[in-house]
């Protein structure tokens, strides 16, 4: 069983940046493709980025070019670095773990972009 939790969520001004982590055990992260998702009030969760064991990433047309995803397998630790944000990246940000007989989330963060 894989538990994920995330961190570094909170309130910040449009223009501002975060760094969103995911640290997971009970597993073997580096086989597992991690991801980023998003659910606005209203909206279906929605995929922000990925990353695969390969480190081939994948990102929303919403983000490019503003979000970096990384992870770090020694540290069994997925990252969402997130830069000029704006109020609608607003959401709750999950964590998820894709493995071949399986997948997992966390429990959520929340983003709050606002002045």
């Known amino acids: 069983q894989v538990q994920l939790v995330e961190s570094g969520g909170g309130l910040v001004q449009p223009g501002g940046s975060l760094r969103l982590s995911c640290a997971a055990s009970?597993?073997?992260?580096?086989?597992?493709?991690m991801g980023w998702y998003r659910q606005a009030p209203g909206k279906q969760r929605e995929l922000v980025a990925d990353?695969?064991?390969?480190?081939?990433?994948n990102y929303a047309n919403s983000v490019k070019g503003r979000s970096t995803i990384s992870r770090d397998n020694a540290k069994n630790t997925v990252y969402l670095q997130m830069n000029s944000l704006k109020p609608e990246d607003t959401a709750i940000y999950y964590c998820?773990?894709?493995?071949?007989?399986?997948?997992?989330w966390g429990q959520g963060t929340q983003v709050t972009v606002s002045s």
């Open positions: 998820h773990a894709s493995g071949s007989n399986a997948d997992y």
């Open positions: 990353i695969t064991r390969f480190r081939l990433t």
């Open positions: 009970g597993g073997i992260f580096s086989m597992y493709t």
